[in-house]
Nanobody, 124 residues
Framework: QVQLVESGGGLVQAGGSLRLSCAASGLKFSVYVMGWFRQAPGKEREFVAGIRWSDNGSEYADSVKGRFTISRDNAKNTVYLQMNSLKPEDTAVYYC?????????????????WGQGTQVTVSS
């Protein structure tokens, strides 16, 4: 049984930082593309960042480039999202997702497994 468990969310002031973690189990983590998505109230779930398993290459949404960094630790079956210079518009539930593929996907339908999400709230 595949499980993805996010942690690290919380309340932070604008300009602050948070580090999200996603611990995976029940799958061969080292051969899965991992992604982070987010969903704000009343909006669709959107791609934030993704990282390939083959070369640790990463992709980012334009809205977070230069502020967020995705990384992975295959020994710990964990993917991270370091979020700096947070803005109120970053407020959302953040989801971790896994994809058995070579390339990062930017659509929700590209991913096979999902976590339950962790709330990030950025106050102004």
């Amino acid at each position: 049984q595949v499980q993805l468990v996010e942690s690290g969310g919380g309340l932070v002031q604008a300009g602050g930082s948070l580090r999200l973690s996603c611990a995976a189990s029940g799958l061969k983590f080292s051969v899965y593309v991992m992604g982070w998505f987010r969903q704000a109230p009343g909006k669709e779930r959107e791609f934030v960042a993704g990282i390939r398993w083959s070369d640790n290459g990463s992709e980012y949404a334009d809205s977070v480039k230069g502020r967020f960094t995705i990384s992975r630790d295959n020994a710990k079956n964990t993917v991270y999202l370091q979020m700096n210079s947070l803005k109120p518009e970053d407020t959302a539930v953040y989801y971790c997702a896994a994809r058995r593929a070579l390339r990062v996907g930017v659509s929700t339908i590209d991913y096979d497994y999902w976590g339950q999400g962790t709330q990030v709230t950025v106050s102004s």
